[in-house]
């Protein structure tokens, strides 16, 4: 772990996780835009503790059954874990 204060999370679909996909974090209008690895899974550390939204890009022939996105809000020091789940449509 690199920092104490992140987000992170994966993007999984039937039969595995989605990889090389992109996923949007906000906060008060700045935009972090990062990439899932091998694992479907992503980082962020270092953040300011307040009210973010997460949102991985659409992927063709697949819903999010998640949602578009999700707020969440992050405390000092913590880490707010959120999974996307992805299915064909």
């Known amino acids: 772990m690199r920092g104490k204060t992140r ?6 679909r039937p039969g595995g996780p989605l990889t090389g996909s992109t996923v949007s974090i906000v906060r008060r209008g700045k935009k972090t835009v990062i990439e899932t690895d091998e694992n479907g899974e992503f980082e962020v550390f270092g953040l300011a503790p307040g009210k973010y939204r997460i949102a991985p890009d659409n992927i063709e022939g697949m819903t999010n059954t998640t949602g578009r ?5 992050l405390k000092k020091g913590g880490t707010v874990i959120q ?3 992805f299915t064909p449509r």
């Open 69 to 73: 996105y999700v707020d969440v809000r």
């Open 83 to 85: 999974n996307f789940v």
């Open 7 to 12: 987000i992170t999370g994966k993007l999984v």
